[in-house]
């Protein structure tokens, strides 16, 4: 689980990006705020340029005294990236913001390259017994979900999601080299996201 003591390892970095899921975000705020007096949270399913207007709004205040926002959100809008990018390069040296989502590779990689990345490997998927057609079946089932737009986060979503399947079957050398190719298929071959999904299901089961 993410804590306070992980977070505190990577200062005086001021903005990070956590990969958890809303039960991360529950924590985490639960044990910061009897700590913080300046503990602010928002917590979105689609992270927008609205938003971010907001979180860059908090990074440029300051007020003298340590500050910290907790940000959770499924997805990220590409727009929103711009709108942040400012916020990232000069935050307030008082003020911490934590994002958090389950899927942090689906967030534009101009602001991942900017800001600290902490992967907690018990994610969504993998802090559940899921049989592995389930696994598969919610894969499809969250790259057919209208909040996700365009193909870039839905190949980002789907290699997240076969990180997650490949820490369950990692000792299925069968099942593993089938997760192997699937991400050579995405990351080199450049193919279909779908194509590459219906790949695994029929491989594996």
């Known amino acids: 689980m993410i804590t306070k003591e992980i977070i505190d390892q990577y200062k005086p970095q001021r903005m990070l990006l956590v990969q958890g899921a809303d039960t991360a975000f529950a924590t ?21 340029i609205d938003h971010a207007r907001i979180v860059a709004a908090f990074a440029g205040e300051g007020s003298g005294s340590e500050r910290i926002l907790l940000v959770y959100f499924v997805f990220f809008s590409t727009e929103a990236a711009q709108v942040l990018l400012k916020s990232i390069e000069e935050p307030d040296q008082q003020t911490t913001i934590i994002f958090i989502t389950p899927y942090p590779y689906t967030v534009p990689i ?68 089938v997760i192997y190719e699937a991400k050579h298929m995405l990351l080199h071959a450049n193919l279909p996201t779908k194509y590459v999904l219906e790949y695994v299901a029929s491989a594996t089961a």
């Open 28 to 48: 985490l705020e639960a044990e910061l705020r009897p700590l913080y007096e300046n503990l602010h949270t928002l917590c979105v399913s689609r992270f927008t």
């Open 110 to 177: 101009t602001i991942r390259s900017r800001v600290a990345l902490i992967q907690h490997v018990q994610t969504i998927l993998s802090t559940q017994h899921y049989t592995s057609s389930e696994l598969v079946t919610y894969i499809k089932k969250e790259l057919s979900s209208d909040s996700i737009e365009d193909a870039s986060a839905r190949k980002a979503l789907a290699i997240t999601l076969l990180d997650q399947l490949e820490l369950q079957w990692k000792a299925i050398p069968q099942k593993a080299r």
